[in-house]
């Protein structure tokens, strides 16, 4: 079975401190995302990655960065976190195509960030 | 800017009947439609698709309509059982980028 692994389910982090996210996907996926979900707000796109060593801003990457070393490994970094950073993180990855033709978004179970 | 939007936070439907849930999209370059269902704290999981030149795709219970004149999309759950309560998300995607709609959370009550 693919997977998509988070290595934290749940975190609590204290403000200022950094926090790292760690995702991690076994179905040789040359794209991977974050996103995070907020109440009302849905999904949001923080970054993503096409390729090793290459990332791309998505619509709030303000306050993160992003490390992508290894094609199976992308990692999410929160600098400085802030109480407003407090949300449900989503990594994901896709194939450039698949043999049904969509483009299918494959996500972890996601991790639970507890910014006080 | 939302470019895919589900104007239901929340829809209640009794066991058997059918489920509508609907999305709307702004950017006619899309080529993809998905929907995504998610249960509490879980990631969330692929459940149907259709190409923007497609009009309908089915699976089993779930059958998505396209009607790209009006920029909407649906998705139909026949019939509903308990076990579909969850938030469902519409997506669109162009060029390997995905943007999702906030979520509609479907109470299907037995």
């Known amino acids: 079975d693919v997977k998509v692994t988070q290595s934290s389910r749940y975190l609590v982090k204290r403000t200022g401190e950094k926090v790292f996210l760690e995702c991690v996907q076994d179905?040789?996926?040359?794209?991977m995302f974050w996103y995070r979900q907020d109440p009302g707000l849905g999904l949001r796109l923080i970054y993503f990655?096409?390729?090793?060593?290459?990332?791309e801003k998505g619509d709030i990457p303000e306050g993160y960065s992003v490390s992508r070393e290894k094609k199976e490994r992308f990692s999410l970094i929160l600098e400085s976190a802030s109480t407003n950073q407090t949300s449900m993180y989503l990594c994901?990855?896709?194939?450039?195509?698949?043999?049904?033709?969509?483009?299918?978004?494959?996500f972890g179970a996601g991790s639970r960030l507890t910014v006080l | 800017d939302q470019q895919v939007k589900q104007n239901s936070p929340s829809l209640s439907v009794q066991e058997g009947r059918i489920s509508i849930l609907n999305c709307d999209y702004t950017n006619s370059m899309f080529d993809y439609f998905l929907w995504y269902k998610k249960y509490p704290a879980e990631g969330p999981t692929f459940l149907i698709s259709?190409?923007?030149?497609?009009d309908k795709n089915e699976d089993g219970r779930f059958t998505v309509f396209l009607n790209k004149s009006a920029k909407h999309l649906s998705l139909h759950i026949v019939p509903s059982q308990p076990g579909d309560s969850a938030v469902y998300f519409c997506a669109a995607s162009a060029r390997n980028q995905f943007y999702f709609g906030t979520g509609t959370s479907l109470t299907v009550i037995p």
């Open positions: 179905m040789d996926h040359e794209n």
């Open positions: 990655s096409y390729d090793v060593k290459m990332k």
């Open positions: 259709i190409s923007s030149i497609k």
């Open positions: 994901a990855s896709s194939s450039l195509l698949t043999q049904a033709g969509a483009n299918v978004l494959t």
